[in-house]
């Protein structure tokens, strides 16, 4: 019988080991937390689920309890590069280690597999794909598994960020190995992705470990982009001879971006799955040993970096799910010093996003794809990516918000680290009285029309939809004005982001009232709205000329309303004031005073007396508002 002095004494003996393998294998004086609980798990034979972020230690918790137990233990892992960060790690400590992948020669196969049948091997680093295979599954039959780590588990849900049908099959190994115990680990999980886990690996009364996904160090900025890469370019700027990655959605943004950081005076890399995999490994190792400090890069740099003193994160545009955003700045001050991560958002990129899922849908759907699978994925990603853009368009503090979306509580009140909680969100002074007229206008429409007809009716457009309805002559039409239409649609989404009002789940969508509307109707409720990124303009009023590279669209389009009017009061046409050229100079290099300006095209003594101040004062209050630099080279 088992008695409870044997119980206390065996943990204690388990924590002698493992403190003693600890410190002479990977010369570590203490377990962090979840890391103790994690490993006991896997000593007792218990599965478990194991969330922690990345740079966590996870992986400790299935290595060290082999070298505590005899038997093999079997870990699946998506990605050749991480087995062999991995594999390369444990043997350079002494731990007898192999893996098996498609990218080795026979003959290391050979080898490998040798190691495992003599078992003079205590970890198996195998792709998930050749654990389901046939061949390999034998040799293990024959030696015995004593337990499975599922590396990158949020790989088996259709609900995480990185769906892998191979993973699916991974529950096939229960039936084939039941004495062996499972441990899934994850960096991402949120409860859903979870519950998938659990169940799709058939976990049996599991050990459930979720770490703290907070990462104080890291301060968190979600800005609106305006125009070009100007914002990009200063950020970057900013963080001149320190580790920088900046993450762009496409290869091309990623080229295009270094080559324009390179023009800036920078030394940029890009990297994206288009290269050869000589050319990644030679950007990957230059910023390792750091060589090259700024890499611009697609999602897929990153994974097996262990550059700990990365001091920015920085987002070209808005990844495409929460767990993105949380794995790809979470690669930021993993040395646990500040660092920073700013995130340039436009709802151009949701847009663009989904037009990017739409094509894969569809040629998916073209291949002979199970169109009902590949439609509930199509819906999962696309709920992932609302998530992302609610979290990035709506005010609630960003580590409030990462924390409870991966399930955890929050408890801190302000977090000090991030724009919101740093107070640098500009609202809509009158937001409440903008927020009932919305309201009131999707009372007049009756609750019947989408985003794009609402804001039409509420910029007073007399577009063919509106007149056929008759909407221009309700009492909101007009009510937003002052607003371009994109900004009424930012607006009404906003709305939407807070609960105000819902959109239907459609084919075509409709904008009705929640169950929040009256109160806030009412004036029951306080709420804030951020004022709208100005939209990009196109068509006549700046051409795409004018927004070559280093020209500030927004203060473009300010010099030209100064100029408009001075031109009026002088009754002179605008072109005598300025020409465009001189308009864009000032836009472009913003100067400060009368002694820069005069550097600038077009502008001689004369106009530099009668005109210049006027326009230095739009410059100068154009800086101020959005914190520009001026004079800029
Ligand atoms: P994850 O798999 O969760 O991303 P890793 O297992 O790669 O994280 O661990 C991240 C880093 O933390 C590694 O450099 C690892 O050696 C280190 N580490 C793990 N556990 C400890 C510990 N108890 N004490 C000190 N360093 C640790």
């Excluded at 137990?69 to 590069?81: D, H």
């Excluded at 109707?521 to 004022?531: S, T, Y």
Aim: charged share 30%.
């Amino acid at each position: 019988m088992n008695t409870g002095v044997e119980d206390r004494q065996s943990e204690e003996d388990w924590s002698s080991r493992i403190a003693h393998v600890l410190k002479e294998i990977w010369g570590f004086d203490a377990l962090r937390p979840l890391q103790q609980d994690a490993i006991e798990a896997n000593l007792r034979a218990r599965d478990s689920l194991l969330v922690m972020p990345t740079g966590g230690g996870k992986s400790l918790t299935y290595q060290l309890p082999s070298l505590l137990l005899e038997g093999l233990t079997v870990v699946a892992s998506p990605l050749i590069s991480l087995m062999k960060d991995q594999v390369d790690g444990l043997v350079a400590n002494g731990v007898p280690a192999v893996s098996l992948h498609s990218g080795q020669d026979e003959q290391t196969r050979h080898h490998n597999r040798q190691q495992i049948q003599s078992r003079q091997t205590k970890l198996l680093y195998v792709s998930p794909e050749l654990l389901v295979g046939g061949s390999l599954n034998g040799l293990l039959r024959t030696i015995g598994v004593r337990a499975f780590a599922i590396d990158e588990a949020h790989c088996i849900s259709h609900w995480g960020h990185d769906f892998r049908p191979e993973y699916r099959r991974l529950a096939d190994l229960r039936g084939i190995f039941p004495e062996a115990s499972f441990h899934a680990c994850t960096a991402t999980a949120t409860p859903q992705v979870r519950q998938d886990i659990l169940e799709a690996l058939v976990l049996s009364d599991p050990s459930i470990l979720v770490g703290n996904f907070d990462r104080p160090n890291l301060t968190l900025r979600i800005r609106r982009r305006e125009g070009g890469r100007d914002q990009l370019v200063e950020e970057v700027r900013r963080h001149d001879g320190q580790g920088v990655i900046v993450y762009a959605l496409s290869r091309k943004d990623t080229e295009q971006i270094a080559s324009r950081l390179c023009k800036e005076g920078m030394t940029a890399k890009y990297y994206h799955a288009g290269l050869s995999s000589r050319e990644r490994d030679r950007v990957q190792t230059q910023f390792a040993r750091e060589e090259v400090n700024i890499v611009v890069a697609t999602v897929a740099f990153g994974m097996g970096i262990d550059r700990s003193n990365i001091r920015a994160v920085i987002h070209a545009s808005m990844p495409r799910s929460i767990e993105h955003y949380q794995q790809e700045t979470g690669r930021a001050g993993r040395d646990g010093e500040p660092a920073d991560c700013v995130l340039f958002h436009s709802y151009a990129d949701v847009d663009r996003w989904r037009r990017l899922a739409t094509r894969s849908f569809e040629e998916a759907v073209a291949e002979g794809g199970d169109v009902d699978a590949l439609r509930e994925d199509f819906q999962a990603k696309d709920e992932l990516l609302e998530d992302m853009n609610r979290m990035a368009s709506g005010m609630r503090c960003r580590h409030q918000s990462i924390v409870r979306y991966f399930g955890g509580d929050w408890d801190r009140g302000s977090c000090k680290a991030c724009d919101v909680c740093l107070d640098e969100i500009e609202l809509l002074p009158d937001g409440r009285d903008v927020a009932r007229m919305i309201l009131s206008c999707v009372a007049r429409v009756k609750q019947n029309f989408g985003v794009g007809h609402l804001s039409e009716v509420l910029c007073g457009s007399e577009a063919q939809s509106v007149l056929r309805w008759r909407h221009h002559e309700l009492s909101t039409w007009g009510l937003l004005k002052r607003f371009h239409k994109k900004e009424v649609v930012h607006l009404i989404h906003q709305m939407i982001d807070h609960g105000y009002l819902e959109r239907t789940r459609d084919d075509r969508p409709i904008i009705v009232f929640s169950e929040q509307s009256s109160a806030v109707m009412r004036g029951d409720i306080e709420i804030e709205l951020m004022r709208p990124p100005k939209p990009r303009r196109t068509g006549r009023s700046v051409s795409q000329a004018e927004l070559e590279e280093g020209v500030d669209a927004d203060l473009l389009e300010k010099l030209k309303q100064k100029r408009k009017s001075v031109a009026n009061e002088q009754d002179v046409p605008a072109y005598v004031v300025f020409s465009d050229r001189t308009l864009k100079a000032m836009a472009k290099h913003r100067p400060s005073g009368l002694r820069t300006m005069r550097m600038l095209h077009g502008i001689g003594d004369a106009k530099l007396q009668s005109y210049a101040p006027v326009f230095l004062e739009v410059i100068e209050s154009h800086c101020d508002d959005g914190d520009r630099d001026i004079d800029l080279d």
